[in-house]
Structures are given as structure tokens and as C-alpha cells.
């Protein structure tokens, strides 16, 4: 998703080269819906977790943040939120 954001930032004038500064401008713009801001420094965090997973607990750990509705809620959010802004 953050290579979405971007994109989408790039297209406006922006530039963010890591998945933090996205964020952070998605927040700016409105992107992001206020109730799931606290999500998206997980993701992250989650995100750069994952290519240093080595135990199944771990792995377990970051599958079952994936799952929560309100992860899917608040990605699917972005999404609707840069389909409207892109139309």
C-alpha cells in the first residue's frame, strides 16, 4: 500500500521515498481516516518485522495483526479514499 501512496504522491508533487513519510503525508492529506492513524506505524513497524522473522511465534504474532478487521477497514479506507481523490 505504501508503494500505492507514493505513486499517488508522486502524481501530486510529493515526494516520499519510505513508508513512514507516506504515511505521514497521507495523514497530511486526509487519506487516512483519523480512527485508523494509530494503525498505520503497526503496519509499518509489522512491515520491516517480517523480513526478520525466524520463530513460528513471531510469524503467528504479525499474521494474526494482518487478520484484524480493523487493519483490512482501515487499508480498504485508503483505497476508497484515493478512488474518490483519483476520479
Request: net charge negative; charged share 35%.
Amino acid at each position: 500500500m505504501w508503494k500505492t501512496l507514493k505513486e499517488y504522491f508522486r502524481e501530486e508533487g510529493v515526494e516520499c521515498s519510505t513508508p513512514l513519510k507516506c504515511f505521514k503525508e497521507a495523514f497530511k492529506a486526509g487519506v487516512v481516516d483519523e480512527r485508523y492513524e494509530s494503525l498505520f506505524p503497526e503496519m509499518i513497524e509489522k512491515r520491516n518485522l517480517i523480513v526478520h522473522v525466524y520463530d513460528s511465534e513471531q510469524a503467528e504474532g504479525i499474521y494474526e495483526f494482518i487478520k484484524r478487521e480493523d487493519v483490512f477497514l482501515a487499508i480498504k479506507s485508503v483505497y476508497e479514499q484515493l478512488k474518490r481523490l483519483s476520479i
